[in-house]
């Protein structure tokens, strides 16, 4: 019974002895999983924050082209502002200039069939005149 006994106490030594092998093999190679694991976490940390700085040089050139467009905005609105009061200005010396007046009166007698004699008589304005106004503004 005694060899009996050897024999199972060998045999139970031998199955802890393969179970602690297996153990220390799983744990290594949970080990090695938890090392990659790791290196893969510092890389995806390492890309997450390049990607935080990324986005802060963006939000930072938005910034610049946003203020570039309302200067530029701003510039449009002040031209356009000119631009109407030229084109007010000078419509307002073609009414004060009486020569204009005068040419615009016989350019409109023209349009409604008017014939030479009536504008240089009604214009008071030379034939050289009238006959090159109306060779510019008669209807063909």
Known sequence: MEVVNNNLLLLI???SSLLTLVC???ILMLSKRLGSSQQELH???????DTH???????????EVRSSLMNIGKRLVAC????????????AQKYDDPDAKIYSRAVKMI??????EEIMRECEIPRAEAELLMSL????
């Open 80 to 91: 356009e502002n000119y631009a109407k009061d030229l084109a007010q200005q000078q419509a």
């Open 24 to 26: 220390l093999g799983l």
């Open 111 to 116: 349009e409604l069939g008017a014939d030479l």
């Open 43 to 49: 890389v995806l940390k390492h890309r997450i924050k």
């Open 13 to 15: 030594l031998i199955a």
């Open 137 to 140: 503004h008669q209807k063909s």
């Open 53 to 63: 700085d990324q986005a802060a040089i963006l939000r930072s050139e938005v910034a």
